[in-house]
């Protein structure tokens, strides 16, 4: 298949893959909605297996994880969620609607167009000779909440593959994501002296001045040079505004562009919360939650292959970072070089005013199919047109 062949095909189904995405977005599947994320799965699996694929649902706390696949090697994993960070009944004050050339409702972009996109490239590939029967895909329910409970699905799914292809949105037509930064999630708990703040102010030891010792100390270890945050973005203390206060708590937020340094600043953190004073006690709890998403250079030929097939389009990719983190994180951090961002572009995801614009997505899916059965045929050593 050309790809003027394939950006026919993908214009061909531009209507339908618009009606999709009505659907899913006009139901609710904020994470942790076990009922929503399953509705949407009852759409979304029977689409795969009438293309031949094996499908499993795997169980967990916030509704099911879907996995498909293939038969034959070398495989690709291609990935996406369904879970939104919208509470139940968002969909129906807000459902979907189109507006010109963007379309809005929750997770219209982050990322349930970036699913109607996923599916329709397995249907092209499965046009493609067959190609569809080299592809591993899963799909989770917990992206939002750092993927707590699909992560061994993830890990377990990639490592049987190649490559990775991630359908996250994209920053614009001409951006495709090969980094991004590692997040660390940690609280720190402070324990002073309670006291009468003005009969018997020396005798206490107050957690709130502690905690903003502790507070400079930690946004000291910013160093954006290095691609490092130490960010406090939560802070909580105290009973009364005449008691010295005998607690004190923050919530910190990590990010760091490599494994390795955010391993040595999360050492740095430990140092900064160590008491400064007698009777004080500190504890800190929590660590990483993602490793960074590293430039290997399987990834950097990855992108080659992308920015290759991009030209055929008349698009001219180019690599892009993000301090926010998605499953691609975890599919590197496997050992799989990954392409994330394959999706469509929108903006404002999160909000009541997330969009998507709608012309991005059949192209850009359009372009990701043709790119990725190029990549199967060179890997499996076939002809453009065989079936394999």
């Known amino acids: 298949m050309t790809p003027d062949e394939m950006r026919a095909l993908f214009v061909s ?26 509705r949407i799965v009852d759409i979304i699996e029977p689409m795969l297996q009438e293309l ?16 498909a ?36 409702g929750p997770g219209v972009i982050d990322m349930k167009s970036g699913i109607v996109s996923l599916l329709y490239v397995v249907k092209a590939l499965a046009r493609a000779g067959g190609l569809h029967r080299h592809v591993r895909i899963v799909v989770n329910a ?27 949105p994209a920053q614009s037509m001409e951006t495709l994501t090969t980094s991004r930064k590692g997040v660390g999630d940690l609280t720190l708990a402070i324990t002073g002296k309670a006291a009468h703040a003005g009969a018997a102010i020396e005798d206490g030891l107050s957690a ?23 960010n406090v973005g939560i802070v909580s203390g105290g009973t009364a505004r005449n008691v010295v206060a005998e607690r004190a708590t923050a919530r910190v937020d990590l990010r760091f562009a490599t494994k390795a340094d955010g391993e040595a600043v999360l050492e740095q953190i430990r140092a900064v919360c160590r ?5 004080y006690r500190v504890e800190l709890t929590g660590g990483i939650t993602r ?25 001219e990719f180019t690599e892009t970072s993000s301090g926010g983190v998605s499953d691609a994180n975890l599919i590197a951090d496997a050992g799989v070089p990954v392409i994330d961002s394959l999706g469509p572009v929108g903006g404002r995801a999160h909000s009541d005013q997330e969009y998507l614009e709608v012309p991005t997505m059949a192209l850009r899916a359009a372009v990701a199919a043709w790119a990725i059965g190029r990549w199967l045929r060179q890997a499996a050593g076939v002809t453009a047109d065989a079936a394999v």
């Open 13 to 38: 189904w531009e209507d339908e893959m618009l009606a999709l995405l009505e659907r899913l977005v006009n139901i609710d599947s904020g994470t942790g909605h076990a009922e929503g994320i399953e």
């Open 52 to 67: 031949g694929l094996t499908t499993e649902r795997r169980p967990s706390p916030v509704g099911p994880h879907l996995v």
């Open 69 to 104: 696949y293939g038969p034959r090697s070398p495989q690709v994993l291609l990935m996406g969620h369904i879970d939104t960070v919208f509470p139940p009944g968002t969909a129906a004050a807000r459902p979907f609607r189109r507006e010109g050339a963007r379309a809005y």
């Open 142 to 168: 917990d992206e939002e909440i750092s993927s707590i409970h699909s992560r061994p699905v993830i890990y377990e799914q990639a490592r049987l593959c190649r490559a990775a292809f991630v359908f996250e």
């Open 208 to 230: 709130i001045e502690e905690l903003a010792r502790k507070i400079l100390a930690l946004h000291a270890l910013t160093d954006t040079k290095k691609g490092r945050s130490v």
């Open 275 to 279: 008491p400064s004073h007698p009777g």
């Open 291 to 315: 490793p960074p998403l590293e430039r290997t250079a399987g990834i950097a030929a990855l992108f080659e292959h992308m920015r290759e097939a991009g030209r055929a389009f008349g698009v």
